[in-house]
């Protein structure tokens, strides 16, 4: 049990005594040193009074990158318990499309206060990338981006590279855009192009004209299909005027996705807002998990109210008792193994909200067939138990007509929810577990009461 | 309702029609006009003998393009009903690491059938690739890429690069790799370092020594690691001799991280292999669905098997029967709250398998918080139904101890079953629920057995 104490705690540990001592040469070093999963563990051990004057010791670079490592896992908490003052260095050393990245889940009120200290021109930007919409190709686009007048030579471009190369190389582009003289898109240049031209001709002559390009107000979704169609690093994001804004790269699009699909699986488990780390205080935790739970228990209390209602068939048939929760427990695990590959189907665009018959047709044929087998398994295990065969079929029976309609119901709520624009990943189990519960119930009692006599007997 | 069978039909018509007709250009056409989302929905609606017929069509590289759109959401099993003499030329239109890929998921003796009529290199290239364990830089890299000779001259690298351009643009890539005679690799040649470089240069002089580069059996997850650290498009792959055999591109990395968190979702909702397609057969679908269906009417049984113990107890409280479904629901759902931040945890890299005890304070917290909140609910509830403050007492405090030991259990479980090298995502649930049931059946009814004579009351 030694390493339940010990592990990452040496880490943590030797960080701790370097904050104590002061030591910045070291503190840089062990970060240098240890990988960016090893940093996030050991960042999210230390106390908040220690996390500030690590990243203070860092210096505002140093902490940038360190935060950078934790964007989407802590960073906005760490920068939310600074002080704005300490905070402000370092977010200025970051790019306008991570400053908003991160300023995006910080109160209003605070990321202005943080802005307020950041270089001007950089912080308009920002503030500019944090009134677009969230997951459209205005807050996912960068704004640092290579851009030329088409009336510039070769040579123009290849001297600029060369004066300014150590600053571009941040950019992580292998095109340059060409803008006209009001800074409308006319075109790419690839920079590989540059090698095989003379150095005298126009760049507007040697670029890729009409270039692929989309709208600062494109969707995430539309962004990830055309990434899908076509093999490109990037696209340049113009405005309604046509004015070049920004580029949005496909391995930021690829994250979102990425970022998406895990929040696609909290939710599913009941963690509203698709993320919760143990970095988060007790309070938001345990008020968000809550949240959902509490609308459950109403509904799960709303469903229970069936038991009460054949309470007389139940006194006479103590036994059944025994089988609600197992009727109850196995329609939703039938149900949402249903849920989830609509849910995923949806994901992919393999199918619309509306296909509800084709989505019907195929969960109900395996409804059936589950059903059957789960049916004979439970009624099976009732005979076992009690000799009775009444009560393998009132049990038997109930399972297998309650999965048919768990597995259907399934498959169509996910595409129900999503026709009327809700979320499918929070709300569809609690809306299938009370359909089952209720027609479960509902199932195993009636059909008792109708054979009452044979299974008191 | 009209919409219900019109969605996506209109473009499964039109194509049908198409197909019928033989138009291939008329496919060609159709197939560039459709998003990537839209050929996938049509293709999945069309029948397998138009499936065939569509493919042979469009021709093999339009085929391929096809499939690539497919991959990993039905490519292979449309490749797996096809013949083998029709798959193999559109197999032979992919790179080798697009062949292994598809041909992974596909049973080896018609993966070897398919192979048998591909271009020579391709195959063997291709059987090497399927060689390396999934999920390892082999079974990842391509093996297309630029390599030059250190003594080659920047003038030879310009040259080769101008004829054989055309070719190039497959690849992707922005760097050439530099190799020593007999293959091992000695460095990494920026192309925008050419534009600067004298055109007499060797390139070993200008490339940048001693390159990161990774072992071909390096795992998936020190692969994501690594390009966590280095912002690099893609790193080199040398095998125990040194030699370089491939790259590995950091857009690859990030699919599989997307895939794998995909596959997460689908498994934690009980689909085993962590993928289903409506395309699939029902025979696949229903059977992978009842593997794990089985196991948890088993568990179910086990755990019911409490109830049956306190029999006299429930004959003599009836009303209790109306509670024990919606004690066993909501445990379970709070401890999948647990589960499922563990996991995603896990998944980070900011837990570790044996950091128990820090889970465990984390969870005990929240479990009491809202264990309390659940039991207030539940048992203001049964007052208000009953007005017996004996059964508010006896379903609100087990409900609330019960909740303290799913979220405390949920919370370890997964680290529990990844320390045991076990996949959590399928196996936590299960293992929760059973325990979560056995003890909320056995604090209701041992609970209420005490209490008796008030309840009955």
């Known amino acids: 049990m030694q390493d339940v104490f010990n592990d990452t705690g040496g880490s943590v540990k030797e960080l701790k005594n370097l904050i104590e001592s002061g030591d910045e040469i070291g503190i840089a070093a062990h970060v240098d040193e240890i990988s960016p999963r090893e940093l996030a563990r050991t960042v999210a051990r230390l106390d908040d009074g220690d996390r500030t004057r690590f990243l ?123 803008v006209s003289d009001n800074g409308a898109l006319i075109g790419v240049l690839r920079l590989r192009d540059l090698l095989m031209a003379g150095r005298n001709r126009l760049i507007e002559e040697i670029m890729i004209k009409n270039p692929l390009k989309l709208d600062v107000g494109t969707s995430f979704r539309e962004l990830s299909d055309f990434f899908g169609q076509h093999a490109l690093l990037g696209v340049p994001i113009t405005n309604d005027q046509g004015i070049m804004v920004g580029v949005v790269r496909a391995s930021v699009v690829r994250e979102a996705v990425t970022r998406q699909s895990n929040q696609l699986f909290l939710k599913f488990a009941g963690i509203v807002g698709g993320e919760e780390l143990r970095t988060m205080s007790l309070f938001k935790r345990s008020s968000r998990r809550l949240s959902w739970l509490s609308i459950n228990i109403v509904l799960n209390i709303v469903a229970a109210s069936v038991i009460a209602l054949y309470q007389e068939t139940l006194e006479k048939a103590i036994v059944l008792a025994v089988f609600l929760p197992i009727i109850s427990d196995m329609s939703g695990c039938s149900g949402n193994q249903a849920v989830a590959v609509s849910i995923r189907e949806l994901t992919l665009g393999l199918v619309r909200p509306r296909e509800l018959l084709r989505v019907f047709a195929k969960e109900a044929s395996i409804g059936l067939v589950n059903g059957i087998v789960l049916g004979l398994l439970l009624g099976g295990a009732a005979l076992l138990w009690k000799g009775n065969p009444y009560l393998g079929l009132v049990v038997g029976v109930s399972l297998a007509a309650n999965t048919l309609v768990a597995v259907s119901f399934g498959g169509l709520i996910p595409l129900i929810l999503r026709g009327m624009k809700t979320d499918p990943a929070l709300a569809s189990g609690p809306m299938l577990t009370t359909i089952t519960d209720m027609c479960g119930f509902f199932l195993v009692l009636s059909f008792a009461s109708v054979l009452l006599p044979r299974l008191s007997g």
């Open 56 to 178: 203070e010791l860092l210096g505002p670079a140093k902490a940038a990158y360190v935060l950078s490592k934790l964007s989407g896992i802590g960073a906005a908490g760490i920068v939310e318990q600074m002080n704005p003052d300490q905070a402000s260095p370092i977010v200025g050393e970051m790019t306008s499309h991570d400053q908003a990245n991160l300023l995006r889940d910080i109160s209003g009120h605070r990321a202005e206060r943080i802005l307020r200290d950041v270089e001007p021109t950089a912080a308009s930007e920002t503030r500019a990338l944090l009134n677009y919409p969230e997951n459209t190709a205005g807050s996912l686009m960068v704004t640092e981006y290579l851009s030329y007048n088409g009336r510039q030579t070769v040579k123009d471009v290849l001297d600029d590279l060369r004066l300014f190369g150590e600053q571009y190389s941040d950019y992580d582009i292998q095109y340059a855009y060409v």
